[in-house]
T-cell receptor, first 115, second 113 residues
Framework: AQRVTQPEKLLSVFKGAPVELKCNYS??????LFWYVQYSRQRLQLLLR??SRESIKGFTADLNKGETSFHLKKPFAQEEDSAMYYC?????????????????FGRGTSLIVHP | DTGVSQDPRHKITKRGQNVTFRCDPI?????LYWYRQTLGQGPEFLTY????????KSRLLSDRFSAERPKGSFSTLEIQRTEQGDSAMYLC???????????FGEGSWLTVV
């Protein structure tokens, strides 16, 4: 089974402060990890995926297979970063490990960036 | 806007009534997904289509729920004999391929009173 844990329901920081949104996962096979973001009154959208190894809106995330984590980081938070952030996992090759190509989501972390 | 569209956006219904939601995926997207989201939770998978074939269903999808994608284009999700526990946001998403990015609609809010 595949499982995603986001331990923080809420993260509150001031503008300019570093941000780290935690994501831990449980999956015995080779995972593919994602971060989705939902801004106020907008639809859920992909922020970044680990295989792309890119920085989007200043955010980065590194897959740490040893710690089974995929934390989202940004060195200097901006007010416009305030949103719900969801970590998601899907199997990259589900056959042997019993996982699924269907993404499994964490419960989300609400990020509030104060001015 | 050529994104995933859902209708209606909001639905209030009395317990015991049937409701139907429609989803129009992005053109040429073969995969279509239904998720449910309740307050304080992330999206939970319900079911998935590849073209018109329903390939996977979650245990969350009770017998009162049925989904169709008759011509491999739009999809409907019907809930029969609604219960208060069905109150949630029902999200539709689509992707070109099983390994491609999934794009979500804005969701359909259901309130059962």
């Amino acid at each position: 089974a595949q499982r995603v844990t986001q331990p923080e329901k809420l993260l509150s920081v001031f503008k300019g402060a570093p941000v780290e949104l935690k994501c831990n996962y449980s999956y015995s096979g080779s995972p593919e990890l994602f971060w989705y973001v939902q801004y106020s009154r907008q639809r859920l959208q992909l922020l970044l995926r680990h295989i792309s190894r890119e920085s989007i809106k200043g955010f980065t995330a590194d897959l740490n297979k040893g710690e089974t984590s995929f934390h989202l980081k940004k060195p200097f938070a901006q007010e416009e970063d305030s949103a719900m952030y969801y970590c998601a996992l899907r199997a990259s090759a589900p056959g042997k490990s019993g996982g699924s190509y269907i993404p499994t989501f964490g419960r989300g972390t609400s990020l509030i960036v104060h001015p | 806007d050529t994104g995933v569209s859902q209708d209606p956006r909001h639905k209030i219904t009395k317990r015991g009534q049937n409701v139907t939601f429609r989803c129009d995926p992005i053109s040429e997207h073969n995969r279509l997904y239904w998720y449910r989201q309740t307050l304080g939770q992330g999206p939970e998978f319900l079911t998935y289509f590849q073209n018109e074939a329903q390939l996977e269903k979650s245990r969350l999808l009770s017998d009162r729920f049925s989904a169709e994608r008759p011509k491999g284009s739009f999809s409907t999700l019907e809930i029969q004999r609604t219960e208060q526990g069905d109150s949630a946001m029902y999200l539709c998403a689509s992707s070109r391929d099983i390994t491609n990015t999934i794009y979500f609609g804005e969701g359909s809010w259901l309130t059962v009173v």
